[in-house]
């Protein structure tokens, strides 16, 4: 049962946020570090190494800690700093907890008489906790919720509370002061609804912009990055995609060596690219022309590394050399080949039947004709996918954003390989969100569409 918010005298501890690591100096300074963020609080003095082993090993009641006139200056200055959590609650136990992700930046006082919930904020459970945590890419600080009735504080408009600033005795006031304080709650008509630079962002872009990159002030430092994270606890997907039950299309290889002497200088090509969205029915794309367009893209390529390892790599780069991104071939027509939506094995070089042709292949093609200017369908229609496993089990907070890198360097590979072939190409800028999976049979979040391209033959007149 969720307690009511009453006036209960309010308790103030403070902790040291976590992953924070102090070191002295050869100049006996004291400086404590963590992520990419570092700071000296003058000399090593035993008494502030003893208050910071106090402070990392749990909530202290603020009152005591600052009982010293010294103690109070050293505790400002952590604050200031962004290095001190702060609990509010009650006898009974905790209400919320401000924990700082990067140096405070208080906001203008006294705080506003109506406050709304940013609409930059979220309200969510982490991995492996119960607690709700508020946050914002535009916050200073993330707050923890240890009491589901402060829950609704955040919803609608709401009039701050008489007399903010007076904490002991006022727990809704001081949680809406501290929201506001830290960037979560702003002013009712502010700058969220009013500044270009605030209105231009979607609430998903600027927290997927914050959060796949690392600032010089955050403390992110653990959990960013190529952790590898999942090591012990989940098998790595493999290199290769478990092969579709489908009848395979075995491609021509193409002759490198040939092409190395006849194909078009890289300036001629990188100058002659163009988006052509319009397709010749009359003498559309060929099996040999696409089995050679993925070869030149997409294969797998094997390789042996300082020690004799197996090395893969594609001609296009990626992020540790995982190679998440799939194709799979939407064929409407080509010379050589039957209709249907394929799998392009990029270790066998071939191509997998998925599914013949039906309602979920036409609306796959009628989203790419919806993202073009042209009213014929295309050709070959390929959807990028990526097994976001893949990824993920490597990296943290920045898997999805090297994602969309790969697909955009796939593009441009993809663009080369058609402008020095003669063939018509052009990538999208969206399209369907789930029919590839109702087609595949495979999960939203294991795998689905991140692109898409068309390619098929140019019409004579280009």
Known sequence: MIEPLTDAPLTERLSLVTSVYSAVGEDDRLRLVAGSRAETFGVAETWKRDLLQQLAAGPCPAAELAAQEQRA?????????????????????????????????????????????????????????????????????????????????????KPVPADPDAPVRAPAARFLHDLYQCGLAVPVGGAEDEALHLRQWGAHELWFHQRSRIGHRDRLGSGYGRTRWADGLFEPLPAQHEPYPGPVVPLPTPDLGQLRRVDPPLAAVMEDRRSIRAHDDDTPITLEELGEFLYRCARMRFGSGPEGERQLGRPYPSGGSVYELELYPVVRLASGLAAGVYHYDDHEH???????????????????????????????????????????WTYEQMPYSLVLKHVGVLYQTMYLAATAMGLAACGLGGGDRETLNEVTGVGYTHESAVGEFLLGSRPTAR
């Open 350 to 392: 071939a191509l997998r039947l998925v599914r013949g042709p039906g309602p979920g292949m036409s609306r796959l093609i009628a989203a790419a004709r919806r993202g073009t200017f042209e009213q014929l369908r295309p050709q070959v229609l390929i959807v990028v996918a990526a097994r976001f496993g893949r990824l993920a």
């Open 73 to 157: 200056g050293f505790l400002a200055a952590l604050g200031a700093g962004g290095w001190l959590v702060t609990e509010i609650g009650r006898e009974k136990g905790p209400l919320y907890a401000v924990q700082p992700t990067r140096r405070p930046v208080p906001a203008p006082h006294p705080t506003p008489d109506r406050l709304l919930l940013s609409r930059f904020a979220i309200v969510h459970r982490e991995r492996d906790e119960r607690d709700l945590v508020i946050e914002s890419p535009l916050a200073w600080a993330r707050v923890h919720v240890h009491d589901p009735a402060l829950l609704g504080l955040l919803t609608g408009e």
